[in-house]
């Protein structure tokens, strides 16, 4: 079992950029999938991004390919999310989570341990 903590949201205007943070609990964090999803009011949450156990393979949603970047830190059990060049439409509360299962690792299903989410507002 592991504990996620995200950190790193805030207020901030369009074109700008955040990196949020994923502190996890335990030292197995490295046998786990850890990814970066959102919601904002009154949508589904969507995957953003997921990176791979060694940290050598990441994977991100179209709509913020090229401009978020997906990292993770095993020795320090802590995940990223580097977010540029940030749009009002990226705001949403954004929610780390973790997974030992088998992938593709891009739907909320998959995942068993969640965050309690950070917020992240743009504005235009």
């Known amino acids: 079992q592991v504990q996620l903590v995200e950190s790193g949201g805030g207020l901030v205007q369009a074109g700008g950029s955040l990196r949020l943070s994923c502190a996890a609990s335990g030292r197995t964090f490295i046998t786990y999938v850890m990814g970066w999803f959102r919601q904002a009011p009154g949508k589904e949450r969507e995957f953003v991004a997921r990176i791979n156990r060694s940290g050598d393979s990441t994977y991100y949603a179209d709509s913020v390919k090229g401009r978020f970047t997906i990292s993770r830190d095993n020795a320090k059990s802590t995940g990223y999310l580097q977010m540029n060049s940030l749009k009002p439409e990226d705001t949403a509360v954004y929610y780390c989570?973790?997974?030992?299962?088998?992938?593709?690792?891009?739907?909320?299903?998959?995942?068993?341990?969640w965050g309690q989410g950070t917020q992240v507002t743009v504005s235009s």
């Open positions: 989570a973790a997974t030992s299962r088998g992938g593709p690792w891009s739907m909320v299903r998959e995942y068993a341990y």
